[in-house]
Structure formats: C-alpha cells, structure tokens
C-alpha cells in the first residue's frame, strides 16, 4: 500500500462525457503528479501540483484539467471524452517540490470510453 | 514525443537464466529511477542512480547509469518468477521546470 489512494478504480463512460477522478496524496506529501498510461504510449506525464499550486504541466490536453485542493487532495476533470482517452489514469504524490525523491503511486483509474 | 526508449519492449525468459533490460535517450539526465509496475498495481520506486557511472545493486538487481547520463540498464542474475512485471525507466531533466519522463516499458515474464 503506497499510501495514496485513488477513486473510481474503475469507470466506464460515453464519448463527449465529463469525468472527475479524484486523488488523495500520501499524508504529509505535497506534491501530486498526474499520469496518463496507455499500451501504445507508455506512462505520460500530464500536470503536477505542489501545494495548491501547478507547478508543471506536460502533455495535458485542453480538455482536461485539474486542481489541488487546500486539503491537498487533487482532482482531475476529463471533459468531452474521446474513445482515445480510455487509458489508467495514475496519481503520484512525492514529499519534494522538485527532485530525485520518490514517487509514489496510486493504484490508478481505468477509464473506459465507449 | 518519447526521450526514453526501452529494450527489448518484452522478454520472456525460463527462470534461473540472467537478463539486461535497456534504457536510452539522446538527452542528459541529472538522474535516473527505475520502477517495476505490476497489474492492477501502480509503479513502484526499485531504484535512484545520479552520478554518471554510478552502479547499484538491489539482491539480484544490478542498475547501472551511463557515464554521460543518457542511458541505463538493468540487469537481473538468476530471474525468479516474482521478477515479472513492466519494468520503467524514469528520467528527470529540466525543461524550464524539472519533470519525470518516463520510459516506454519492457514487459518481463519469467517462466517457472
């Protein structure tokens, strides 16, 4: 159990759909990463957080976005959905704004858009 | 765009036998991990190597950085079943801001 916890592990939807996984961070971490992994495209990194505040962004659509609350939990909003956006989504929270520390995952949201 | 490819992108080999997965890039990384991924689960943390040339050792595991910090392997002496899974490399370079780029995966099974 890494610590971070991740909601629904599971989610089947309809293209042009809007989802909302959600992530709580291990206690005490303040960083959150969000992953995108897909079979033909590997583990892609799309936004991190620190704080509250974004502090990276990488391959995010603009259909997508997301929000690190005040609790540091982190959400992550998926809008007019794709068949190609079925893919695990993955939470990462890290104790370090920046870094070598390490990761740790949750055990992912698999979403299905049909 | 992919920075960091992985070889063999899948290997399955008879427990016992030793193995050496790849991770290459044309770009210089201020470090590198190695993760193991297995189903239903997310990656998890095996390793961290920084210095160029830096070698590892985790039981069987054996991790090596490259000397300019482009590449790396891993090496396995003695695979076990419980060895199998997606192993990740991940690299961390600085765009501006610094993120983790991960590798495209070799998938491991080893065969009772």
């Known amino acids: 159990d890494s610590g971070v916890t991740q909601t629904p592990k599971h989610l089947i939807t309809a293209t042009g759909q809007r989802v909302t996984l959600r992530c709580s961070p291990r206690?005490?971490?303040?960083?959150v990463y969000w992953y995108q992994q897909s079979l033909d495209q590997g583990l892609q990194f799309l936004i991190q957080y620190y704080n509250g505040e974004e502090r990276a962004k990488g391959n995010i659509l603009e259909r997508f976005s997301a929000q690190q609350f005040p609790d540091l939990h982190s959400e992550l909003n998926l809008s007019s959905l794709e068949l190609g956006d079925s893919a695990l989504y993955f939470c990462?929270?890290?104790?370090?704004?920046?870094?070598?520390?390490?990761?740790?995952f949750g055990e992912g949201s698999r979403l299905t858009v049909l | 765009t992919q920075l960091l490819e992985q070889s063999p992108q899948f290997l399955s080999i008879q427990e016992g036998e030793n193995l050496t997965v790849y991770c290459n890039s044309s770009s210089v990384f201020s470090s590198l991990q190695w993760y193991r991924q297995e189903p239903g689960e997310g990656p998890v943390l095996l390793v961290t190597?920084?210095?160029?040339?830096e070698v590892k050792k985790l039981k069987r595991l054996t991790f090596q950085f490259g000397d300019a910090r482009k590449d790396s392997s891993l090496h396995i002496t003695a695979a076990q079943p419980g060895d199998t899974g997606l192993y990740l490399c991940a690299g961390l370079h600085y765009f501006g801001n610094e993120k983790l780029t991960f590798g495209t995966g070799t998938r491991l099974t080893i065969i009772p």
């Open positions: 190597v920084v210095t160029g040339g």
């Open positions: 206690s005490g971490d303040l960083s």
């Open positions: 990462a929270s890290s104790s370090r704004r920046a870094g070598t520390g390490e990761l740790f």
